[in-house]
């Protein structure tokens, strides 16, 4: 019997490795299938029977099928259920890419650089992974619905590319947003849909600047804005962060910026609230060196304490900035939507250029989306999560502030899905870190984001992803972890 075999391996691994349960669960049945005793095609039975068979909760059963199935292992096929999949990848996917040095040597030397550095993606997902919102909540059923509907209604032209910077009422919808939540001063002809923060800013870089040019990052920074900015040949300059957001110096501004990449909502990754004093300060040094500001607000939707604060765009008097934000963190990443919120002068320009470049489409499913916002799915969506998210963040922060002491603090815990602990600088968080994955649980080394600075160490901890209970199991087990390596 399937659920004698997963139960044997599952005590084993839980008594050997000490694993998270959907770890050990996900670990048993990639083994049976490795070892063929789940053979391709299988039928699997459906995650409540699993539920019931191996008296898990249903959140672990579905986190380890998911996991399957992202990786290759499984895959479902609507209305019949969840089968082994035909051809099972032989390699583990999810581990960080190495590159051999013959496939190096292929690759163009941005190349390499692109594919060697930042691997940000790579990591596995599981309790703690910074980043990941718990998507498992999404509302599936209804969004099915919604999508069949815009597919039964699709005409010709939703079939097209898109010409016009997205699905009209998507871009209402989401100037409507901006303008009454986060304070964007803005006509719905400024809303470009991208397929993410991504192609957003990459969009940024290949429009407002030129080879070479100067952007200034924030140090440490989001491995997602250095690709973009590497793969366009633009030359990062670090500026530091602290507890108020990027601090230029005078040093900075000899490094005359053409972009200004930041996150003042919530710094990626230190969490850092960019103070009203930086904000206009940023401001001005974008006028002086008539820069352009990208200003990624992306996940400014979770605030938990403290006012709400104006975005950057909302505060500009020139429009100098950019707005970008993203749905991956509010509905799910896969879904691979985002906006642009450009100044005026830069709309024509903008839409053409995305349009040759990137071929936009999805049309029907934009309209879903659309729909999805009008009728307040979108709001109460945001509700729920903000809630759930509260009570992790919380239980996450009673697990681990006893341990600090003096020597350590967290920073960043206000907003978002992650926050920060900012270790001494004689800690080597690469090494914790890899001691927590040990584990069976993901946190990430504040180091590894940094551009040039050393002193900034620190571990960056998720409580989007990991439901309550594997909060409230694995939380003190991370804080013993970290009062150890602070002893
Ligand atoms: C700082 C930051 N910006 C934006 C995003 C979202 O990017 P995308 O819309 O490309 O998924 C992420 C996702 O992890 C992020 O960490």
Redesign the pocket.
Same mark, same amino acid.
């Given at each position: 019997m399937l659920s004698e075999l997963l139960l044997t391996e599952m005590a084993r691994l839980g008594q050997q490795d000490n694993m998270p349960l959907h770890r050990q669960l996900y670990e048993a049945m990639r083994r049976a299938i490795l070892d063929g005793k789940l053979a391709a095609g299988d039928r699997l039975p459906s995650s409540r029977e699993l539920t019931q068979d191996l008296s898990l909760s249903r959140n672990t059963v579905v986190a380890a099928l998911n996991q399957l199935t992202v990786e290759g292992y499984l895959s479902s096929r609507v209305g019949s259920g969840t089968y082994v999949h035909e051809n099972i990848p032989r390699a583990q996917p999810r581990q960080r890419v190495t590159l051999s040095t013959r496939r190096q040597a292929d690759l163009s030397k941005r190349g390499t650089a692109l594919a060697t550095t930042f691997c940000a993606t790579q990591l596995e997902i599981q309790p703690f992974t910074p980043?990941v919102a718990d998507f498992s909540a999404f509302p599936v059923a209804l969004w099915q619905r919604l999508q069949n509907k815009h597919w039964r209604m699709t005409y010709p032209d939703m079939l097209d590319y898109s010409y016009s910077g997205g699905y009209a009422p998507l871009r209402r919808a989401v100037a409507d947003y901006l303008r009454v939540f986060r304070s964007v001063p803005l006509d719905v002809d400024q809303v470009i849909i991208t397929s993410?923060?991504?192609?957003s800013l990459e969009l940024c870089a290949q429009l407002l600047a030129d080879h070479n040019d100067t952007v200034w990052m924030e140090d440490p920074a +989001?491995w997602?804005?250095v690709k973009a900015f590497l793969a366009t040949g633009l030359q990062l300059h670090a500026v530091p962060v602290d507890q108020h957001g990027m601090a230029p110096s005078a040093r900075d501004k000899a490094h005359a910026p053409r972009l200004i990449y930041t996150?003042p909502s919530h710094q +990626?990754p230190t969490g850092a609230v960019m103070s009203l004093v930086r904000r206009k300060q940023i401001l001005d040094i974008a006028r002086a060196h008539n820069a352009w500001i990208l200003e990624?607000d +992306?996940?400014s939707e979770f605030r938990f304490s403290g006012p709400p604060l104006s975005s950057l765009a909302g505060l500009d008097q020139d429009e100098r900035v950019l707005y970008m934000g993203?749905?991956? $963190?509010v509905l799910y990443?896969g879904l $691979?939507l985002?906006y642009l919120v450009v100044p005026k002068r830069l709309v024509a320009g903008f839409k053409q250029a995305h349009y040759d470049l990137n071929r936009p489409g999805q049309m029907p499913l934009q309209a879903a989306l659309a729909e999805f916002i009008e009728m307040g799915h979108f709001a109460s969506s945001l509700r729920r999560a903000r809630q759930s998210y509260a009570q992790r963040r919380h239980c996450l922060l009673e697990a681990l502030q006893p341990c600090l002491g003096e020597q350590a603090h967290i920073s960043g815990a206000e907003q978002g899905l992650h926050l920060c602990v900012r270790l001494p600088e004689n800690v080597d968080d690469i090494a914790l870190t890899n001691r927590i994955t040990e584990q069976g649980l993901t946190v990430r080394a504040l180091s590894a984001y940094c551009l040039q600075r050393k002193d900034a160490k620190g571990l960056v901890i998720g409580y989007g992803y990991a439901p309550m209970a594997d909060i409230e199991k694995y939380g003190p087990r991370l804080a013993q972890t970290l009062s150890r390596a602070l002893a």
């Open positions: 980043g993410g923060t991504q192609q +989001y997602g804005a996150t +990626y990624d +992306y996940d993203s749905f991956s $963190k990443p $691979k985002g």
